[in-house]
């Protein structure tokens, strides 16, 4: 099997900055793209960037230029940097990986337990 064990949400006040991070465990050969998630009480998940083994990234247009993904891939690890929070970006935000468990194997999507971000003065 495989784990997506997040961290580093919490409360911060508004233009403030918080840096998440999830950590993939388990049965890995590869991960393809890496991403995260997130959902505001009453509303769907949205995608908020994601990043492709290369580094190549797509952001949501309500993040871009405050928020940058990155990834170690040798860590099996995916990070967010937030700057500039927006009590709009309050939600679970959650971390996505496609994971191959072996060499030529089918994609498997898995999903980390989300982590409580909330933006307030």
């Known amino acids: 099997q495989v784990q997506l064990v997040e961290s580093g949400g919490g409360l911060v006040q508004p233009g403030g900055s918080l840096r998440l991070s999830c950590a993939a465990s388990?049965?890995?050969?590869?991960?393809?793209?890496m991403g995260w998630y997130r959902q505001a009480p009453g509303k769907q998940r949205e995608l908020v960037t994601v990043?492709?083994?290369?580094?190549?990234?797509n952001d949501a247009d309500s993040v871009k230029g405050r928020f940058t993904i990155s990834r170690d891939n040798a860590k099996n690890t995916v990070y967010l940097q937030m700057n500039s929070l927006k009590p709009e970006d309050t939600a679970v935000y959650y971390c996505?990986?496609?994971?191959?468990?072996?060499?030529?194997?089918?994609?498997?999507?898995?999903w980390g337990q989300g982590t409580q971000v909330t933006v307030s003065s």
């Open positions: 990043i492709t083994r290369g580094g190549r990234t």
């Open positions: 996505n990986a496609a994971v191959r468990r072996i060499a030529g194997g089918t994609l498997y999507n898995y």
């Open positions: 388990g049965s890995i050969f590869s991960i393809n793209d």
